[in-house]
């Protein structure tokens, strides 16, 4: 109810041009008011918005990418290691490269695969390849989360972004009210009006940005999970190799 209440006074607001003064209340009558330091507000407030937005879409379809091969890339790889096929287990990682798990997995099969024609694998063979799987984690987890520090950059300052036109846009208005020396809320209330389009821009870049990097920050640690269980299970797997040589 109050949501279509705010609604509805914008609207009349819009029909009605602002009631007295002939203030236009509209986004575009507002921005033919403000002042150069407040349109730079606002454009910086839009630039600011079109780059969160280019993230989201950007690292959306990379984790749609790397879930979809992931799940076509984990079965696939299991079936070839169960039957001890390492040149094809890598040969499928190859085919899923937008997967996490590939990327990881196929790390540590190439160290190992290295010391294959040895007769006895030892310890620290297998801790090199261990050290192969732990460096492409790593490498992974900074490529997934690129960009995403910029949605944090976003929802943390673009508030006060918006506060810094509102600052700027009622000390004009007071300015104003001096100059015209004229009292009551009715001399400063356009002024003031257009001040607050700025914060309200703020928060409208800034509580998208905080609510999808939040949803993104879910998603690495599933990713880290993953790559982490899928290290260990190869280690795993190694060791039992190691084992059955000896």
Known sequence: MIGAKLLLGMFLLQEGGG???G???????????????AQTVVIILFLMFAIAVA??????????????????FAPAVAGALKEGK?????AIAEQNKRSHLAKVVTAGLQEFQAHQSSAEISGDEIEASKRALDRAS??????????????????????FVGLFGTVLGIIDAFVGMSAAQMTG????????????????????????????????SGKLEAFD????????ELVDYFLKRSGRRK
């Open 225 to 232: 999970v993953e790559m982490d269980n899928s290290a260990s």
């Open 19 to 21: 009631g007295g003064g």
């Open 185 to 216: 809320i009715a001399a400063v209330a356009g002024g003031i009006a257009e001040a607050l389009v700025t914060t309200a821009m703020g928060l409208l870049v800034a509580v998208p940005s905080v609510w999808v990097y939040n949803y993104f």
């Open 55 to 72: 993230v989201m879409i950007d690292r959306y379809l990379a984790y749609q990418a790397a879930r979809k091969q992931s799940r076509l």
């Open 23 to 37: 203030f236009n209340f509209t986004f575009l009558g507002m921005w033919h008011h403000m002042k150069w330091p």
């Open 86 to 90: 390492i040149d094809e287990a890598i």
């Open 138 to 159: 790593a490498i992974v987890h900074a490529e997934l989360k690129r960009g995403v520090s910029v949605l944090a950059t976003v929802g943390a300052t673009a508030p």
